[in-house]
């Protein structure tokens, strides 16, 4: 779904870990990291796109992560020109994403090949700043303000949440 201005309707996705780590995925046959994200279809919710992309992306159900937080405004980036394809209607000239910050409960669950044309084929913890400066430049200040807006969440999630943690009895 592209909106009046062209800017691609998309969910950003931040996996963080029990210490913090965040997920950061390889895109298929590049040299090129980032965090699961993708579209929003027409008439599509948000959530359903955030669990659709997730599944798509990373193999991973809504049964396999905690929803810790989304971000309050919407981020935009601008595509470069030459990633522009002026040739499609209505043209895209960018992205404006929500994001949602992720809590993973069982990292053994993480599939990149859960569709018949997966999005990554490697992946790997990152300390938290660590994607600021790995992603490609035109997306480095949407990243930066997901990235200062889950911060104060994150620092404290470092040490495991007793209620998304199964109890020893």
């Known amino acids: 779904m592209i909106d009046e201005n062209g800017f691609r309707l998309n969910v950003g996705i931040i996996i963080t870990n ?4 965040l997920f950061w995925g390889r895109r298929v046959g590049q040299d090129a990291w980032q ?6 279809h ?5 959530e359903d796109t955030l669990y659709r ?3 798509e992306e990373v193999g991973l159900t ?3 992560v905690a929803v810790i937080a989304e971000s309050k405004q919407w981020l935009s980036y601008r595509l470069p020109k030459r990633l522009v394809r002026s040739d499609t209607r209505p043209m895209c000239i960018g992205q404006k994403q929500r994001w ?3 809590r ?6 993480i599939k990149l090949d859960a569709t018949i044309k997966p999005e990554f084929d490697d992946w790997r913890w990152v300390s938290y700043w660590f994607p600021l400066f790995q992603v490609v430049s035109f997306k480095r200040e949407v990243y930066r303000q997901a990235l200062i807006e889950f911060a104060p969440i ?8 007793m209620m998304l943690e199964p109890l020893d009895n």
């Open 42 to 46: 027409d008439d599509e919710k948000l």
């Open 18 to 21: 029990h210490l913090g780590q």
């Open 100 to 102: 949602f910050l992720l």
């Open 62 to 64: 809504a049964k396999d």
């Open 104 to 109: 993973i409960l069982d990292e053994q669950k």
């Open 35 to 40: 965090f699961p994200q993708g579209g929003i």
């Open 154 to 161: 994150v620092m404290t999630l470092k040490e495991p949440l």
């Open 53 to 55: 992309e997730l599944q």
